[in-house]
T-cell receptor, first 110, second 117 residues
Framework: GEDVEQSLFLSVREGDSSVINCTYT??????LYWYKQEPGAGLQLLTY?????DMKQDQRLTVLLNKKDKHLSLRIADTQTGDSAIYFC??????????FGAGTTVTVRA | ETGVTQSPTHLIKTRGQQVTLRCSSQ?????VSWYQQALGQGPQFIFQ???????GRGNFPPRFSGLQFPNYSSELNVNALELDDSALYLC????????????????FGPGTRLTVL
């Protein structure tokens, strides 16, 4: 079965780095995703990583995958007020039927 | 290129009624997936349609049904509404139904907020 867990809240000072953590249970996961949801909006794909990778960097975003521990993290460098949102970790054996965590609410304070 | 659109944005129904939600795929996408997001939760997969046929279903009862049309737009129908059906319903479209390296990434619409009283 699929089970994805995330910490619920993260508060970070503007300019600092944010690290959002996620654990999953399905060892057959092939794709792992990070989505961002702002109030009243749908989900915006931030980045994804394949299970045969350890790390992926995309501008301010760094994704780390520890497949042995089934642990995924998203690091946002130089966090800005516009990064305040709910961040969802999602996994799936294929691109459909994604299983999402409950989301981490990130609050950026000045 | 237009993104994924959904209608209506908000809807209020009473228990026992039926509802139809609509989704227009992003241009060039032939696959639509529907998700239910309850308040404070992550989205839960309902089902996916690929080229007008159902292509996978989550743990939702048969009163949740769908359609996909030749232009790849889609409908989600829910019969005999229950209070627990109150949620944000998200539609996502993709180029394919999955399996290709990142090509079939899903792009989400803004959702329809359904309230059942």
């Amino acid at each position: 079965g699929e089970d994805v867990e995330q910490s619920l809240f993260l508060s970070v000072r503007e300019g600092d780095s944010s690290v959002i953590n996620c654990t999953y249970t399905d060892s057959s996961s092939t794709y792992l995703y990070w989505y961002k949801q702002e109030p009243g909006a749908g989900l915006q794909l931030l980045t994804y990583i394949f299970s045969n990778m350890d790390m992926k960097q995309d501008q301010r975003l760094t994704v780390l995958l520890n497949k042995k521990d089934k642990h995924l993290s998203l690091r946002i460098a130089d966090t800005q007020t516009g990064d305040s949102a709910i961040y969802f970790c999602a996994e799936g054996p294929y691109d459909y039927k994604l299983s999402f965590g409950a989301g981490t609410t990130v609050t950026v304070r000045a | 290129e237009t993104g994924v659109t959904q209608s209506p944005t908000h809807l209020i129904k009473t228990r026992g009624q039926q509802v139809t939600l609509r989704c227009s795929s992003q241009s060039g996408h032939n696959t639509v997936s529907w998700y239910q997001q309850a308040l404070g939760q992550g989205p839960q997969f309902i089902f996916q349609y690929y080229r007008e046929e159902e292509n996978g279903r989550g743990n939702f009862p048969p009163r949740f049904s769908g359609l996909q049309f030749p232009n790849y737009s889609s409908e989600l129908n829910v019969n005999a509404l229950e209070l627990d059906d109150s949620a944000l319903y998200l539609c996502a479209s993709s180029v394919g139904r999955g399996g290709a390296l990142g090509k079939d990434t899903q792009y989400f619409g803004p959702g329809t907020r359904l309230t059942v009283l």
